[in-house]
């Protein structure tokens, strides 16, 4: 099984994709599979997310793409800014992760926080998208670079992946 766990700038040439929700995308251990079928390991620092467009590789050197994968979410518009500010302010005093766009939010479908929003005036509309939060003001929305491995690399470690029996 390919084991990735070092993130690079750049690449002359991409091996396959790693195509992964942002709930997956947050997690420091996964078993996951490629767009070709192969089997992968991902093993990251505690709290490193993966974002749309980042490269990793491993010990083979070939280098993987992640792709944001799409998923349900709610695209949050509102009439003004200041409304769309206030929804804002509402969804974070929630700790809801949320994506800032041109003129607009994305959040994690919940139809909760559907009925808060249309509360407050904004409209709310369910798309499949990739969804790529704030990393938010301590989670080093810049990038590093790294010269070895995200994580040590257990040689013996099961990775679960969701829905694998217990």
Sequence with gaps: MLTLHTKIPHADAIAAQLVLPYELR????LR????????????????????????????DKRV???????????????ADPQSLLRCAFH???RHTQAQVG??????????????????????????????????GAYGGGHAHHHDGPLAPIPLRQKIHRPGDPK
């Design 26 to 29: 947050e997690k420091c251990r």
């Design 32 to 59: 996951a599979t490629l767009d070709n079928g192969e089997d992968v390991a991902v093993f990251t620092v505690r709290g490193t997310v993966l974002r749309d467009g980042d490269l990793l590789t491993g010990e």
């Design 64 to 78: 993987i793409k992640v792709v944001a994968a799409r998923e349900p979410t709610y695209k949050v518009t509102c």
């Design 91 to 93: 969804l974070g005093n």
């Design 102 to 135: 041109e003129g607009f939010l994305r959040i994690r479908a919940d139809k909760v926080l559907k009925e808060m929003l249309a509360g407050l005036g904004a409209m709310v509309e369910e798309e499949m998208a990739a969804f790529e939060p704030e990393s």
